[in-house]
């Protein structure tokens, strides 16, 4: 998380601390682990048991997901250790990587916590909802996604207009057409965090009545047993995206450059958040660790759900 990389650059020491050097080896850390985890991430929910997303189109959304949380970490993450150790921002290099890291800095977050809402939602109406609702179909959630693109993709196109050259000849990050920092930073904190927690929150909250009830149901068909699994893996998942993500973005809103050690050991949380899909799943979601598995020990891509679970999927919409 960054605003006026001008002003940021004047706050630093000439020299780094040990601090500093300490988070920025955590940022390529991240950057590495990301990479490979979140790119294996993608790789199993390609493979045949995944393939499915007809019956089970919230794995749209994981696919697209783990694809932006590998962008997520080459911007602002990146420059934490670029910036202290070689002593310059990839951001500010030109003109023109200035103008593309600042748009995908805000875009790459906004979308990505906004395909965390429609998760959400996928899975409230997949618990609530006997039958298969408009956003639970497999063509509409490409749809939904596409739109979530576009709209971001809009919202933060004014940031291309951005980055000059100042009157010492450095490259700014902010504008001289109109003030872009610290407003953008607040548009940010409402499409990345305000909107997103409150609707996660309220939306997890009835998965998680759902949950409970269906766990008091004496007699549970295999679809249910479905929506549980990934149900619980998504509920961990969004509400960590909470707690992780928004000291981050508040802190970068209101307190940039009071310190900027603490402020750059938040966004290490928050892009630690970008690289906990994988650990997650292999821990909540079986058919996600099995498919791992089997790729270690070099196997065939595991089987489909049996016809009997199919039938079940197909009578009560497991997605």
């Known amino acids: 998380m960054s605003t006026n990389i001008t002003t940021i650059a004047k706050a630093a020491a000439s020299v780094p601390s040990t601090e500093v050097v300490v988070v920025a080896y955590f940022s390529l850390f991240l950057v590495i682990v990301g990479t490979t985890l979140n790119s294996l991430t993608f790789i199993i929910f390609c493979r045949s048991r995944f393939r499915d997303t ?36 990839l951001q500010t290099l030109t003109l023109g990587s200035c103008k593309f890291l600042s748009f995908l800095n805000y875009f790459a977050a906004q979308s990505s916590a906004w395909l965390r809402v429609f998760i959400c939602l996928d899975r409230y109406l997949s618990l609530s909802r006997l039958h298969r609702t408009w956003f639970s179909d497999s063509k509409h959630i490409l749809m939904i996604i596409t739109g979530i693109v576009v709209f971001f993709t809009l919202l933060n196109f004014q940031l291309f207009l951005a980055c000059y050259y100042d009157s010492n000849g450095y490259i700014s990050n902010n504008s001289n057409i109109f003030v872009l920092y610290p407003t953008w930073d607040y548009v940010n904190l409402t499409f990345y965090n305000f909107l997103p927690f409150i609707l996660m929150v ?22 249910r047993i479905q929506h549980r699994a990934i149900s619980i893996t998504l509920v961990i998942t969004t509400f960590l995206f909470l707690l992780m993500t928004v000291p981050s973005t508040v802190g970068f809103a209101f307190f940039c450059c ?46 489909r759900v049996d016809p009997m679970a199919s039938t079940a999927v197909q009578t009560v919409n497991t997605k």
Request: with cysteine; proline share 3%; net charge positive.
């Open 54 to 89: 007809k019956t089970r189109p919230v794995l749209h959304y994981m696919r697209v997901i783990a694809i932006f949380d590998i962008l997520m970490l080459y911007g602002w993450n990146l420059d934490h250790y670029v910036y202290p150790i070689y002593g310059f921002y």
């Open 258 to 303: 009071n310190n900027m050690i603490v402020l750059r050991s938040l966004d290490c949380v928050l892009y630690s958040y970008h690289i906990l899909s994988f650990p997650l799943y292999m821990i909540t979601f079986d058919e996600f660790r099995q498919e791992f598995i089997a790729i270690i020990l070099c196997k065939k891509a595991g089987g």
């Open 202 to 223: 309220t939306l997890n909250s009835g998965v998680i009545y759902h949950l409970i009830n269906l766990r008091r149901t004496s007699t549970l068909q295999n679809s």
